[in-house]
């Protein structure tokens, strides 16, 4: 009974989410609770667990977060379940608290009732359904006691067991004994003589055992009875819990179905036609990427371009919707919208995009072709004034990232991109308009699906992760990362090709050296140089000689400096120290 109580909390809890999710398609897919919940989750979770979570599981981190949200749910629906009675609604009383807690989280996250309503009413009706399955275990009957007796056998009384008492012919061939006249009995021909006091004892034996089989067949049928009785109460508990099952299960695809079809802007999408840049790009050099195996091409794809956001949910905005807001300390306030875009002719550069939360030889790291409008005229027509110093860009879900304002108007191609690598953004990349700004980290930059411009000052106003302990100004620091040969591994002894990518966005890169075991440092050959805001790819010949070797590297600037040697976590401005790679060579 104690598993039926726990499957009970479980379904109730699915049946919340399940409504919850269907009403969130009339209040937005963001004031659901598993997503206003995991949302804030991810606000509070400790800088440590979140660069393990990133650094561990990449772009599934966020899978992973609603894994364990659902185990931890499963938990305290169960045991809701288990402790719910009718008489005592201590299950009801969890549901009530989580509703009121995800009620206020999602109101604050949304704003007004609205984004209330989906745990309100998702709890009202687990509710519901928790004390209704409830009853019905509660009046479930007790298993009955053992009876000794096999069921729907029954002991019951036979002629046999009347001719043992009354002295009849047993099965096994006893004489029978008949009464006579004065009390005695003859004993066949044996000639015994018995005496009154037997006979009346024979016939009390009789009464007792006819009296027992038949106590005994009564105890059965009761008992067959009993358990009739249990069965299907079990079974109209487990039809109400795969009732509540197929419930929220029904609910929650409704939901995600419904509010997909309203607001899902892929279709969308592939109908926009990209306007032309003023100047197109030439051709990359043919040296620009040297195409060695193992080696990461010079243009990511954006199918496996790294994407690192907060966002639980992809915001999913319409150009018809979209526009720029352009505020602050500015002389004019301006607004943006698609069509208003469309009316002006974009460029179209090469940028390197990198994360602030790469770890030394990680892959947070993607260079594109994006298609936009250049930030610096953008922000001239708004006239910023003197004394501001910083951009606090607003995201579709959000999101802030403060960028210095020198680094938009200084002349780089900081842009408003609509369109990557010849296509519009992907809407995991942004789509319709982002921002992208060579030489700073993304998290003080490359806000994606933006809405805002906040002209103001550092001093005044703080982004989501300088809220957090992040450093406010995020310069991209000079790195590479080796590609091929893969650490850990046995390659054969010989010449082997030790390749990788480095990058030192709007600095450029210079050169790349490669250490042997401790060795001197040596030069590597470097691919064409195409834009100082992108990475460069760099080769190294080496004669593998057999047993264990480290592998290092480390790239230097257009200025002269080497990356430094000095070892240092993403946490607050981005990770350093060389990447190393140990292999055995066979």
């Known amino acids: ?71 931890v749910a499963a938990v305290v629906a169960g045991l809701a379940g288990w402790l719910e009675r009718v008489t005592r609604p201590v299950g009801s009383i969890v549901f009530a608290v989580f509703g009121v807690v995800a009620a206020v989280i999602g109101a604050g996250r949304i704003g007004g009732i609205s984004g209330a309503l989906p745990a309100l009413i998702g709890t009202a009706a687990g509710i519901l359904v928790l004390r209704g399955l409830a009853r019905r275990i509660d009046a479930m009957p007790s298993p009955p006691a053992s009876t000794g007796v096999e069921p729907g056998v029954g002991r019951g009384v036979g002629p046999d067991d009347g001719a043992k008492a009354l002295g009849g012919e047993s099965p096994d061939g006893a004489t029978d004994r008949a009464p006579v006249a004065g009390g005695a009995i003859t004993a066949g021909s044996s000639g015994a003589t018995a005496t009154g006091s037997s006979a009346t004892t024979a016939d009390a034996s009789g009464e007792t055992a006819i009296g027992r089989g038949a106590t005994t067949g009564r105890a059965a049928i009761a008992a067959e009875e009993s358990r009739v009785a249990v069965t299907a109460g079990r079974r109209r508990v487990l039809g109400g819990i795969a009732a509540t099952g197929v419930m929220a299960i029904g609910a929650g695809l409704a939901g995600r179905l419904l509010g997909g079809a309203r607001t899902d802007v892929t279709a969308e999408r592939s109908t926009v036609e990209l306007p032309g840049p003023a100047t197109p790009l030439p051709e990359l050099p043919a040296d620009a990427d040297l195409r060695v195996p193992g080696l990461t091409s010079y243009l990511t794809p954006a199918d496996d371009f790294y994407r690192i956001d907060t966002a639980l949910i992809l915001p999913q905005v319409s150009t018809a919707d979209w526009s720029l807001r352009i505020h602050g300390m500015v002389d004019r306030e301006i607004r943006l919208t698609w069509d208003d875009l469309a009316r002006r002719t974009p460029v179209e550069h090469l940028v390197t995009l990198a994360c602030v939360s790469n ?19 953008l922000l001239a027509e708004a006239g910023p004034h003197p004394d501001a110093d910083m951009v606090l860009s ?9 960028s210095p304002l020198a680094a938009l108007t200084d002349g780089r191609d900081a842009l408003l991109a609509i369109g990557m690598n010849g296509a519009p953004l992907p809407v995991q ?14 998290y003080v930059s490359a806000t994606k699906w933006v809405t805002e411009l906040e002209v103001t000052r550092f001093d005044r106003a703080t982004a989501y992760w300088t809220r957090r302990g992040w450093s406010a100004q995020g310069p991209i620091k000079t790195g590479t990362r080796i590609d091929t040969p893969r650490g850990r591994g046995r ?42 805001d992108t990475w460069r790819q760099w080769v190294y010949d080496w004669d593998a000689t057999t ?31 060389y990447p190393t790679v140990t292999l055995q060579v066979a």
């Open 1 to 71: 009974m104690a598993l039926l109580r726990v499957a009970a909390g479980i379904a109730a809890a699915a049946l919340v989410l399940g409504v919850a999710e269907l009403v969130a398609v009339f209040t937005g897919a963001g004031s659901a609770p598993a997503y206003a919940l995991g949302a804030t989750v991810v606000d509070h979770t400790p800088d440590g667990l979140r660069e393990w979570a990133i650094q561990s599981f990449g772009r599934n981190d966020k899978a992973v977060l609603f894994v364990c949200m659902g185990v």
């Open 359 to 377: 770890p030394i030889n990680g892959d947070l790291i993607g260079n594109a072709r994006w298609l936009g409008y250049r930030l610096d005229e």
């Open 394 to 402: 607003h995201s579709k879900d959000g999101w802030t990232a403060g």
């Open 429 to 442: 990349h942004g789509y319709p308009a982002r921002l992208v700004v060579p030489g700073l980290y993304g």
């Open 491 to 532: 390659i054969p002894q010989g010449r082997t090709t030790i390749a990788g990518v480095a990058w030192a966005q709007h600095r450029g890169i210079t050169g790349v050296e490669v250490q042997i075991d401790n060795g001197e440092w040596r030069p590597a050959r470097l691919s064409t140089e195409v834009s100082i």
């Open 547 to 577: 047993g264990p070797h480290t592998i290092r590297a480390r790239a230097i600037d257009n200025t002269g400096v080497p990356q430094t040697a000095v070892e240092q976590d993403v946490v607050p401005d981005g990770a350093t120290g």
